[in-house]
């Protein structure tokens, strides 16, 4: 089986077409997706009906939880919060039944999917480095974890040295290895490059891909403004910040 992974859309339709685009020329068997598909983006509505058309196997992330509910919003800073209120009054309910229906963790095969951590999965902390990945790797039998959240591309595999960092794009998974692989955001990428993020894992040849697409940035931020979003929202996608 081969999977495209998509994270952290956040609401951008410009970076999701441009991915999907991409993504149907490599022909996937399906889709991962793996949480806050809505927050900070001007298209809540339109992606949260992208993702439903793919039919994925998909999680909650922590900007889903916080449009459900008000108290996951607190955690938020200004920005985000105001992105959550703005966000609840542009999308229907049938797309908030559809982000009520998504659980904290599903597994597939020789997959954990979870937006966060393996071990808390709804306390929502980020895993920015193999360092952090430290006490992860008991949290989960799978060979791999696939997690989001942070917006940073991050592979790491347990070695008897402790967790390293492979660079990638393109890793092989050792059939005895195990894994914690982040592939960054589609739609609010953090790593210093603004093109949308995205994966392919092939789980037959055991490779993992991290992949990167141009879309059209401007609009994103465009909208976002217009919107009445907070304007950082956008300009941060200048720059993927
Ligand atoms: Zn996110």
Redesign the pocket.
Known sequence: MRYIILS?I?GNLEAMTAVLDRAKDLKPDGYICLG?IVGYGASPEEVVELVRELDPIAVM?N?DSAVLNDREAFAFNKQARDAVSWTRSHISEESRQYLRSLPLVRRLDSVLCVHASPSKPAEWGYLLSAAATVDQFTAFDEPVCLI??S?CPLIVKMTEYGPTELKGPTEWLAADGRYIINVG?VGQPRDGDPRAAFGLLDLDDRVVTLLRVKYDVATARERIISAGLPALLGERLLNGS
Request: cysteine-free; proline content about 0%; aromatic content about 0%.
């Open positions: 952290d956040h806050d992330g900007h989001g959240h917006h955001s």
